[in-house]
């Protein structure tokens, strides 16, 4: 019985906002096309038969949507792809969907539709106003934060699965107690921090997490966060979700947590697959939809070296105490978040030394309610 997850990028990296850290934005560019435009009735037929060739009865499939913007293809786009998939899958597949959005295009109609679907809407707000809005602003100029905070309360409202992506800037992270202020005044039950990367080409930012900042942001907000676990539902926070179901029952729930890469099918608009949405890289093409099956391209070569390319393991994790359980951590964020050059500094290492008893303590629990 397979279960299979693809991303795809329905309109590449258009986008209607400019955020001012875009990730996607700074590896698109590096591409000899850096958009594909939204991805044609054509492609996504032959996209989808592609993929659907190689499941079965039985099998199920998670759609993840990302861009760019995702919704820059039209709702009309998705009620196509959802109506062709079902078509495809006949009554033994089970398809799942989540999408990845800035929250900018979205209304009732794009709601009704996630809601029907039962979608997991991953919604970006970097935390409150004047965060959101100094990174954040749409394509005039313009803050977003009134916009997306109602479109929030929406989803509460007509009961969309949600949870709320807030990139980390080394800006931010200097404030864990007014983003957990916000998070607690919003009722978010659902967040995952995404650590703000420098380019790939390695050049740092003034946006970009430094490891020292990583440490004291996780670690201040762990002590918020672990004294709320006996009041009632605590929230969930990605990073501390994953450790623990690492630690309890060696479940990976997160791509590299242990150090190792877990290629990925990433489909670009013009059909174009990739291993990794950090890598959406000329130099990492593995084939394309349009003409190859999934197979194919898990077995591609671009796939295999992906795979196998070398760790290189910073002189911090030597000596370090949780090296079977992290192992470097994913390479995209072992370099610019997690170690340091300065005096052999691991922020992720940090961390871990401040919450590790406690994240034990937790795991144990959980071991023992789960039998
Ligand atoms: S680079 Fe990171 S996210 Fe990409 S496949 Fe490797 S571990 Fe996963
Ligand atoms: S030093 Fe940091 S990156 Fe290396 S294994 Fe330890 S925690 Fe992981």
Redesign the pocket.
């Known amino acids: 019985m397979k279960n299979l997850s693809v991303m795809i990028k329905p309109a590449s990296s258009l986008c209607n906002m400019r955020c001012k850290y875009c990730f996607y934005a700074d590896i698109s560019s590096i591409r000899e096309q850096p958009s594909y435009g939204v991805m044609t009735s054509e492609t996504r037929k032959k996209v989808l038969s592609n993929i659907f060739s190689q499941l079965d009865s039985g099998d199920s499939i998670t759609f993840a949507f990302q861009g760019g913007e995702p919704t820059m293809a039209g709702i009309g786009w998705f009620r196509q792809f959802i109506q062709e998939a079902r078509q495809l899958a006949g009554d033994g597949i089970q398809i799942s969907y989540a999408f990845q959005t800035n929250g900018l295009l979205l209304d009732d109609d794009w709601l009704n539709l996630f809601k029907e679907h039962h979608f997991l809407v991953g919604l970006s707000l970097d935390g409150p106003k004047d965060f959101h809005d100094r990174n954040r602003p749409d394509a005039h100029g313009n803050g977003t934060f009134a916009h997306l905070l109602d479109i929030k309360k929406k989803m509460d409202r007509l009961h969309v699965s949600y949870n709320i992506l807030t990139v980390l800037t080394n800006a931010a992270a200097r404030h864990p107690q007014k983003l957990w202020n916000f998070l607690n005044e919003q009722q978010i039950a659902w967040v995952q921090f995404v650590p703000c990367l420098a380019p790939l080409d390695g050049e740092q930012n003034v946006y970009a997490l430094t490891p020292e900042r990583y440490a004291s942001f996780y670690t201040a907000l762990f002590d918020l966060w672990y004294p709320t676990l006996t009041q009632g539902r605590p929230m969930s926070i990605k990073l501390f979700d994953d450790l623990l179901a690492l630690l309890a029952f060696g479940q990976e729930t997160a791509?590299?947590i242990t150090g190792?890469?877990?290629?990925?099918i990433v489909v670009e608009a013009n059909g174009n697959v990739y291993?990794?949405d950090?890598?959406a890289v000329d130099e990492w093409l593995s084939g394309n939809l349009q003409e190859d099956n999934i197979r194919t391209l898990y077995d591609s070569s671009a796939h295999a070296s992906f795979r196998s390319r070398p760790r290189t393991m910073p002189e911090q994790c030597g000596d370090c105490p949780y090296a079977s359980i992290c192992g470097g951590g994913?390479?995209?964020m072992r370099s610019s978040v997690f170690c340091s050059s300065r005096d052999g500094f691991c922020g992720h290492r940090a961390f871990l030394d401040a919450a590790m008893p406690r994240l034990s303590r937790l795991a144990a629990e959980i071991r023992r309610r789960s039998v």
């Open positions: 791509c590299g190792h890469c877990h290629p990925q291993p990794c950090f890598y994913c390479p995209r």
